[in-house]
């Protein structure tokens, strides 16, 4: 059984890594790329209207980062504003897993079974990077 001083650097770096995957998330999404949850978003919308909700979710998905980060070191100031965009990052993910794993190109449902494998390894990681989300969103 893991002690508890083992328990609290797990999670202090899971709350780094998480943090710094969003920020860096979020600044890749401002520079125009994305991450797994933009590249969802484009694969919805088109033109100005993906544009502009890339820029959002940009700029959600980096303060959330920037406060898991600031949480670990100040405790929990942001209070409710925190919360609210960390529970909008995970449903973003949540539906980014849906769209892409599931329903878009290459997904389980549209040609993933033809690389099952492939399909497996990038659904367990989105999954993983769903339950950090969920662990460090409190």
Not at 23 to 50: E, H, P, R, T, Y
Not at 73 to 86: A, E, N, Q, V
Not at 97 to 115: E, Q, S, T
């Amino acid at each position: 059984m893991a002690k508890n001083s083992q328990v609290r650097l797990f999670w202090i770096v899971l709350n780094l890594a998480v943090g710094a995957m969003l920020a860096v998330g979020g600044i890749w999404a401002l520079q125009g790329g994305g991450d797994f949850g933009c590249k969802a978003i484009k694969s919805v919308f088109n033109g100005d209207i993906a544009r502009l909700l890339s820029i959002v979710f940009g700029v959600i998905e980096l303060l959330s980062g920037i406060f898991i980060i600031l949480q670990l070191f100040i405790g929990d100031r942001m209070g409710t504003f925190g919360s609210i965009l960390k529970l909008i990052v995970v449903i973003v993910w949540a539906v980014a897993i849906v769209l892409a794993d599931f329903l878009g190109n290459g997904g389980l449902l549209n040609g993933g079974m033809n690389h099952f494998l492939q399909w497996l390894y990038d659904f367990a990681m989105h999954m993983i990077v769903l339950c950090a989300l969920l662990i460090t969103r409190d």
